[in-house]
């Protein structure tokens, strides 16, 4: 096995280098990020709607406050704040808990560790186009990174230079006995990078391929596609899972239209009261196109490591492992 050491300076290297070349492909500033946000303040990220933050309260404001599940609408606000100028964004390296997962695997774990990066677009620029251009730029930083590191798992040779996209409806329709995970399976071994568009919104037969907030990506509005939204799922193919692998979620975030549309789907008008909601509606907050980059997944991908536990804190990987075997 692989000294635990020699692999941990690998993990921080390979995180430094993609920093590096993202902040170089989207022209971002990398920022500090929050652990926690107020409770009321409608920054939180609701994942899946049934996800419980963790939460303490501080002493000495009584202030209750949660620990992030993303920071999706926590940047948004900041560029608004720092009146950012369309092209100029931001990203912060994330640590979140998320104790609510269904079960522990090579792949999931209660740390989510991410880049998360958002970036201040014009409001004619909400289109597939401006989405699949931002799509590329990530992938051409993940193709930077790995050149930099060496390629020391000889990806490059098998990889495809451009990402294939697909909208979850066409996806559907190609694999319509499939579920969306085995969807997702059949279409990453064949292209071997892919974004699906349109994540959230329901499918022609009723279903949904995965579930998304109402208030941060635009999962509704119509576009050219066969399917709605403008956002989705970047995947790539890990040899050694023998999996399709999600490395990030992001998409163009909604405007006044969307959120009212997604909140009224999905049945949660009364989250429109609170103050980060009252200031979209307002027309306080610019417009963007933003997400997160799973950094545990991307470096096991870049290191072809079978497990997240091998790059993320080694104190705690006995512990996950026990708990993974459990579930």
């Not at 892919?194 to 907030?213: K, M, N, P, T």
């Not at 609170?274 to 196109?289: D, N, S, Y």
Request: charged share 20%; net charge negative.
């Amino acid at each position: 096995m692989q000294s635990i050491f020699v692999l941990q300076q690998q993990v921080a290297h390979a995180k430094h280098l993609f920093t590096q070349a993202l902040c170089q492909r989207l022209q971002l500033i990398e920022v500090q990020a929050p652990l926690s946000l107020a409770v009321g303040s409608g920054m939180q990220d609701t994942l899946g709607g049934h996800e419980q933050p963790v939460s303490f309260r501080i002493r000495s404001t009584q202030q209750q406050h949660e620990v992030v599940h993303s920071l999706a609408k926590w940047k948004r606000a900041v560029l608004a704040d720092y009146q950012a100028t369309v092209g100029q964004g931001i990203v912060a390296q994330m640590r979140a808990l998320r104790p609510d997962e269904d079960r522990l695997s090579e792949r999931h774990s209660i740390l989510v560790e991410q880049w998360d990066w958002e970036q201040v677009i014009a409001a004619d620029e909400r289109t597939i186009a401006l989405l699949k251009q931002r799509v590329q730029a990530i992938y051409r930083a993940v193709l930077d990174s790995l050149v930099a590191l060496g390629d020391p798992a000889d990806l490059l040779p098998s990889l495809p230079q451009q990402v294939t996209f697909i909208d979850s409806e066409t996806l559907r329709q190609q694999f319509p006995l499939l579920s969306p995970k085995q969807r997702e399976r059949e279409i990453v071994l064949k292209h071997k990078v892919v974004f699906i568009i349109g994540i959230g919104g329901q499918l022609a037969d009723g279903s949904v391929h995965d579930g998304r907030a109402a208030d941060y990506d635009d999962w509704s509005s119509p576009t050219e596609l066969p399917g709605v939204g403008l956002n989705g799922d970047l995947l790539v193919w890990h040899e050694r899972l023998d999996d399709a692998l999600e490395l990030s979620s992001m998409g163009i975030r909604v405007d006044r239209q969307a959120l009212q549309r997604q909140s009224r789907l999905q049945g949660c008008l009364d989250s429109l009261e609170q103050p980060w909601h009252q200031r979209l509606l307002k027309g306080e907050l610019p417009a963007t196109i933003g997400g997160g980059i799973g950094q545990s997944r991307l470096i096991m991908w870049l290191l072809q490591c079978d497990h997240i536990t091998q790059v993320q804190a080694p104190a705690a990987q006995e512990q996950i492992a026990q708990q993974s075997e459990v579930a």
